[in-house]
DNA sequence: CGGTAAGACTACTGGTGAGTAGGTAAGGCG
DNA sequence: CGCCTTACCTACTCACCAGTAGTCTTACCG
């Protein structure tokens, strides 16, 4: 929750350029995230950044551009944060719930980033559908990569490369919706909703009805079996 | 798919109203659903439709009753069209097989409604986001209805409508975007996508890289593995 | 074969917002 | 201290689009 300063109808304090494109773009992250693109103006951004609308355009170029360089760097963001929880020399099982506690932490943390990456990237049918399907596409692929490394699939012999990526499709989507979920009943932390989509997907309803649910490491007995 | 006949630049045909209404509905989920809803319209929308402007307003009201009656009326299609499919007399897995291949299909046969509905409604700021969100709901509220009907998770005790609904909650966005990956490889039938989505949220990945998977009762003979 | 009301149109207004032209202050450097 | 570059601003243009005023036209009913 950064406090933008208005700077109240005077003249901007004199900064370097890499500042202000800084604050240029936690304002139009904000603004993005709270109205949409075409309901977000140029005028309220700079008015939220503390500076003229001119500069807008002379540091980040067209309100596409400015666009676009958001969910850039908010997606940028968020794939590191995943990539920084997640620990690579695990089993299958621990990977993914690493994972999946490393991407709720970040939308509990980064709501309009969030925001801006989930509701409205998605709806433009410009170049920003691109740039989001791109970041989109690299979570399905990891997810992906990581079913596929887990197992053959034995009993499906055609399984390959399709289905882990429908599965890794519907699994990311599930994340996401359930990240929307938990913005309107905001009151349980991370790890519970992190918890439970871990158990629908690796556990399945069918094992849930029966009682048996998943454990993080930290509980489980070391079985093998 | 409907071709919408421009009429050539003339005088429209004199048609009574509930005909005109329908047209217009129709160009108006087509337009919408490849623009989104800022970028779209009243005169595009209108000329889709085969007619002049004011008609639009005389008819339908202002751009956004326009855009909640489309939403409405496509949600109600969509679940309708669910409730048909589902057999409320089966086991709970079977509900909720058959739940999936009507969604679905559904989406197969009506990619502009789908696309309305998911991709544009939600991201708009305004009354339309109740709307479509209410048909969410109900959509959750059905999926969590059935998961407590179909257990009380019994390993955990204080699971309940929360429970229910978070889960039904990933299932939904599950769903969606399984929906939306699949209008990328749309080369498979709608059954084996509901099937994909079946086996993932009832057997789990744990009983998938395992071999386990989910097929339908033996009153359709599943393909020999 | 009129009369009339619903169906349909052309042509406008008014507001909003992207993008720009052209001018003003402030720091750096000789 | 004066010059020049860079940051910054006010105040506009221009296009697009929601919504409307006022007019025409055609089907139907007597």
């Given at each position: 929750m950064h406090a933008e300063?208005?700077?109240?109808?005077?003249r901007a304090k004199r900064l370097p350029r890499a500042v202000r494109e800084r604050q240029i773009m936690d304002a139009a992250v904000d603004v993005f995230s709270r109205l949409g693109f075409h309901a977000a103006s140029m005028d309220e951004i700079s008015e939220v950044a503390g500076i003229s609308k001119p500069m807008l355009y002379a540091y980040l170029g067209s309100k596409e551009e400015l666009f676009a360089t958001c969910i850039r760097r908010e997606s940028t963001r968020m794939m590191e944060a995943i990539a920084n929880g997640v620990?690579?020399?695990?089993p299958p099982d621990v990977q993914l719930w690493s994972g999946l506690r490393a991407f709720f932490g970040f939308v509990g943390e980064n709501r309009s980033s969030w925001q801006v990456l989930h509701r409205q990237a998605s709806s433009q049918g410009g170049p920003f559908a691109q740039e989001l399907a791109d970041m989109r596409g690299r979570a399905i692929s990891l997810v992906a990569a990581l079913l596929v490394h887990s197992a053959?699939?034995?009993?499906?012999?055609?399984?390959?490369d399709k289905e882990a990526e429908a599965l890794a499709a519907a699994l990311v989507g599930a994340g996401e919706s359930l990240a929307d979920w938990w913005l309107d009943n905001p009151e349980e932390p991370a790890g519970v909703v992190a918890a439970r989509l871990m158990n629908l997907v690796w556990m399945g309803f069918g094992d849930l009805v029966e009682g048996n649910i998943w454990h993080p490491p930290s509980r489980r007995v070391p079985e093998d079996d």
């Open positions: 300063q208005p700077v109240s109808t005077g620990e690579a020399d695990q053959d699939f034995p009993n499906v012999p055609r399984a390959g």
